[in-house]
């Protein structure tokens, strides 16, 4: 893959019937030599405490080893491995991406037999792809009661036909699951075991700072009881890979089967559920993600009071409030979250929230960021009344809402194809505006964009290049539901619109734009009035 190619990747856990990320040569580098007549530097004394922080600073500062960590925590660690109903991959793309002749080649051969209990040969002794009708993956987790409950990533065990806990002495537990929450990417684990186990404690992801040091346990590549460290890089990570994203980033060292293990802050708790990581190759290149604690603890517990999760619902879909948005509505700043539709049966409908209003506190806590308004009403106990900070028209306003509980029923998606219509499909009567040619709705329109019955408007049938229009995603098909926070149903209600935008002064006019019955807000640049 070209370096320039670079993904976020949920921590895989390690497949053993796939190949492993290739290895990257890195060239020795020889540094000049000192020049000859260069007066030695005076010896001087090692300066003391060099990291005792500044007055005021987090105590979280290096130890001078992690070792003390390492040893009371490395028992709370274990390699989590699963077999999967299906035949194992065969042929070559089963087999380590390691060059012949490599001296890993036998270390991957004989790890391979290991896992599979071949010892030194048989079971696919040759290095070839698992024998077995099951392929087996590893992954890492650890123990949070000594009753023998397990944290882990969801991912790590999905589809699993089997899951085994294997414990940092070499014990091997069967492992059940009690509950997994695939928003989150967490999953909670049962073992029974004869003797009780050592549990970690949950930390305060809240109270570490960036800059502190961070340390992390797992299972990579297979290689159990593994330690690396570094600092938590950021907070608040978005990576796009769920409606609750806010992750930890880390420099400490994870790779593919550290998916599931505890990232620890230096007095010992868990700050963190390694989970994915930022890389080209797929291996580390040291910017990890972890679910921090302060996320994964309220899972965990409702998993394993109940096996499942309930979350709030407001019952609104949002979007950002961009600059060009905030302008069109004549906001001061770009904080809250856009409400694009309003479910009919919801909370937010009925306490009398509407389309275009800008959600900015919820309850006590401010929505700055539309991501996090998610996140704290999935958090918000079901049942209870909490007042919603809007802004409508440009005033604000409180509303109470009484929270919901979201319905677990998979979104309707309705993507645009490859076979739709062409780029112009202009018919007769239709206007250039803004940059688009529009039309009014007809029932040969209808059908040959698939609008449905209920939605009104004015249908995009073509999209002027390297136009506004093109550079904000609009497309064929494109229904304009409102502009300016009004319905439009001809080129004159359209022409209205702009002209009472043009009057307030607005550089903007904000559109409401409906794609296959998702609604989302689209400000476009005003033109100049000619003449």
Do not use: C
């Not at 796939?18 to 060239?27: F, K, R």
């Not at 009371?72 to 390691?98: C, F, K, L, M, Y």
């Not at 949950?202 to 797992?218: E, L, P």
Request: proline share 9%.
């Amino acid at each position: 893959m070209p370096h320039s190619s670079v993904l976020f990747r949920r921590l895989p856990a390690l497949a053993l019937s796939t190949a492993l990320a290739g290895a990257v040569a890195v060239p020795l580098v020889a540094f000049p030599a000192a020049a000859q007549d260069a007066a030695p530097a005076p010896v001087q004394a090692p300066a003391q405490s060099p990291l005792v922080p500044a007055p005021g600073a987090s105590q979280n500062y290096a130890p001078p080893s992690f070792a003390a960590l390492a040893r009371s925590q490395v028992d709370t660690v274990v390699n989590i491995s699963t077999t999967q109903g299906g035949p194992a991959g065969a042929g070559p793309e089963a087999r380590p991406d390691v060059p012949p002749g490599s001296p890993l080649e036998e270390f991957f051969r004989e790890f391979r037999n290991r896992q599979r209990g071949g010892g030194g040969g048989g079971g696919g002794g040759d290095g070839g792809p698992p024998s077995g009708p099951h392929g087996m993956a590893l992954g890492s987790g650890f123990i949070i009661d000594p009753s023998g409950l397990v944290v882990t990533n969801h991912h790590v065990v999905a589809e699993a036909a089997e899951i085994s806990v294997t414990l940092h002495d070499g014990t091997k537990l069967a492992a059940k699951l009690v509950g997994s929450d695939a928003p989150t990417d967490l999953a909670l684990l049962k073992v029974e075991s004869s003797k009780p186990l050592t549990a970690a404690r949950w930390g305060d992801s809240d109270a570490v700072q960036v800059g502190d040091w961070v340390v992390a346990i797992g299972n990579p590549f297979g290689l159990g009881g593994s330690v690396t460290a570094g600092i938590l890089s950021a907070r608040a990570r978005d990576i796009q890979q769920g409606p609750y994203d806010d992750y930890l980033q880390t420099d400490a060292s994870i790779n593919r089967g550290n998916s599931g293990g505890p990232l620890y802050s230096t007095d010992g708790g868990v700050i963190g559920i390694n989970t994915a990581i930022y890389s080209p190759t797929g291996g580390s290149v040291g910017i990890g993600f972890a679910i921090p604690s302060s996320i994964a603890k309220p899972v965990i517990d409702q998993l394993k009071d109940g096996g499942k999760v309930r979350r709030g619902w407001l019952g609104v879909q949002v979007q950002r409030v961009t600059p060009d948005i905030a302008e069109s509505l004549g906001m001061a700043d770009t904080n809250g979250a856009l409400v694009t539709s309003v479910a009919p049966d919801g909370p937010a409908a009925a306490a009398g929230i509407r389309q275009g209003d800008v959600i900015t506190r919820f309850g006590d806590k401010p929505v700055e960021q539309m991501r996090q308004l998610p996140r704290v009403v999935a958090s918000a106990a079901i049942g209870s009344t909490v007042p919603l900070g809007i802004v409508r028209g440009g005033s604000p306003n409180s509303v109470p809402v009484t929270v919901g509980e979201l319905r677990n029923e998979p979104q309707q998606l309705a993507l645009a194809g490859s076979s739709g219509p062409p780029r112009s499909a202009q018919p007769d009567g239709g206007r250039t505006v803004l940059g688009l040619k529009l039309a009014p709705l007809t029932p040969g329109l209808r059908e040959t964009f698939s609008i449905a019955a209920d939605v009104e408007g004015l249908v995009v049938t073509e999209v002027g290049d390297n136009s506004p229009a093109s550079e904000r995603g609009l497309d064929l098909g494109d229904v304009i539901v409102e502009a300016g926070q009004e319905p439009v149903n001809s080129p004159a209600d359209l022409d209205a619109r702009i002209d009472q935008a043009r009057s307030q002064g607005r550089k903007t006019l904000l559109m409401l734009v409906s794609r296959g019955g998702d609604l989302r807000y689209v400000p476009l640049p005003l033109e100049e009035k000619k003449g």
